[in-house]
């Protein structure tokens, strides 16, 4: 499902639902961007979605049967297709300008990825080890499953990732800690 031969800085946010996912998505998005990075991020949903909003026109087109719609302006553009297994790939080629992708999910692929485990919902890391190269945690985890952090430290979180995939990062002038 996953190639890791992408060419972009791809990084995956994992855990068991209720860890904390969206809101350590947010806070690296925020670190990233406050150092000049441009930063994509995508989020794998493994049920299904609404893709817009109710009452809107573009939802509205969806409603009466259109199997594709989008809303375009001068600054932004939304695009909904109806589509099958559509690999991740085909998205990240969408952002060719960002320096960096987050990914949110897809704890069971070989791409880079830090998982986070809540010491109150998950006792042990679940996601493939293949590729993951940090742990985020508030338990007691010895560093058996590899480099180990706290929430609270995402400013080494930040450093990690751009360790982990200096390829692009090297290439970049940017602020630093």
């Known amino acids: 499902m996953c190639d890791t031969n992408v060419s972009k800085n791809v990084v995956c ?32 949903d493994g049920h299904d979605f609404q893709s817009d909003t109710t009452g809107t026109d573009s939802f509205q087109y969806q409603e009466a ?17 109806e589509m099958a297994d559509v690999p991740l790939e085909n998205i990240i080629s969408f952002y060719k300008e960002a320096d ?11 791409y880079p990825k830090i998982e986070l485990v809540r010491k109150d ?17 508030d338990a007691d985890l010895s560093d058996q499953y590899g480099e180990v952090r706290g929430f609270e430290q995402i400013h080494e979180a930040v450093q990690m990732i751009q360790r982990y995939t200096p390829k692009k990062f090297s290439n970049l002038i940017h602020n630093s800690y």
Do not use: D
Not at 100 to 110: F, T
């Open 13 to 44: 946010i994992c855990g068991v639902k209720n860890s904390g996912k969206t809101t350590y998505m947010k806070r690296l998005i925020r670190e990233f961007a406050e150092l000049g990075y441009k930063v994509a991020a995508i989020k794998h």
């Open 65 to 81: 049967g259109a199997y594709g719609t989008a809303v375009y302006s001068g600054y932004r553009l939304m695009l909904m297709k």
């Open 100 to 110: 960096i992708i987050l990914v949110e999910g897809l704890k069971n692929s070989s």
């Open 121 to 137: 919902i998950s006792t042990v890391p679940v996601s493939n080890p293949q590729g993951r190269f940090l742990i985020v945690t």
